[in-house]
């Protein structure tokens, strides 16, 4: 089965950017109201395990609010703009936490409807992830909390600044990585929806491409 036109043109629109950044949007939902909360990440890679499922992969840290955000619920919604292309995508997806093995949401990762019947080593996945970060990102996961309160700036002098990969480590470094790895985690998208607008073409297009229980992506065109 082809891929549908919409991740032929998001991998074509990735493809000539280094580190494409999108805002992923999220619910947050231990309020009153539930209140919409968005941040920029990068896009990792394309995952496809079993096709025609493909899956978006980006890195953070599970103690991040985010994280329980996804937890609780787990319909984001990821938007990407191309500025050379002009070309806006909206993906909504069911999106899924993998932290390290021991970490109580390890429950919650679907290892079988995202692997099937493949076998994949997500752990393996997971640590060759934290492996190709850079040294800077890579000691971002040893800091406090995120989001916790903060004396001074200065406060963050005290940090390790860099940190090695697993096989690189030695000494202190080693207590480091260990700590970085029960951080570390991978964010998963499992898309369901896509909205596609396109600008560069007049008149301009926009085109929403929906996943039916028998995993088709059925295309519709829409007013812009
Ligand atoms: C260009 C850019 C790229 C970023 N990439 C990531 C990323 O890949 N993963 C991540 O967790 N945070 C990333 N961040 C930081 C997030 O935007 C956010 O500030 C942080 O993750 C805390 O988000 P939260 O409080 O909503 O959980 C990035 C920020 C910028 C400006």
Redesign the pocket.
């Known amino acids: 089965m082809s891929s549908p036109r919409w991740l032929r043109l998001l991998t074509d629109n990735l493809g000539v950017n280094k580190?494409p950044?999108y805002t992923l949007a999220?619910v947050e939902q231990n309020n009153p109201q539930p209140i919409p909360?968005?941040?920029?990440?990068?896009?990792?890679q394309v995952l496809t395990i079993t096709p025609p499922k493909s899956l978006l992969i980006?890195?953070?840290?599970i103690r991040?609010?985010?994280?329980s955000?996804l937890i609780i619920n787990s319909t984001s919604e990821a938007t990407f703009w191309f500025p050379e292309s002009e070309i806006q995508f909206r993906i909504t997806a069911q999106t899924y936490l993998l932290p390290n093995p021991n970490h109580q949401w390890i429950s919650s990762f679907p290892f079988d409807l995202l692997s099937g019947n493949k076998v994949f080593d997500w752990e393996k996945f997971r640590l060759d992830a934290y492996d190709s970060l850079s040294p800077y990102l890579r000691a971002s996961f040893v800091r406090p909390v995120?989001?916790t309160p903060m004396k001074s700036y200065d406060e963050a002098n005290s940090w390790p600044q860099t940190l090695s990969t697993r096989d690189e480590a030695k000494g202190e470094d080693e207590k480091n990585v260990a700590v970085a790895l029960e951080n570390f985690a991978i964010?998963v998208l499992d898309p369901t929806k896509v909205d596609l607008v396109e600008l560069a073409v007049h008149p301009n297009r926009r085109t929403e491409w929906t996943l039916t229980t028998g995993n088709v992506w059925l295309e519709q065109i829409l007013v812009p």
């Open positions: 580190a950044a999220t909360r968005s941040r920029t990440l990068i896009h990792r980006t890195t953070t840290d991040t609010p985010k994280a955000q995120p989001g964010v």
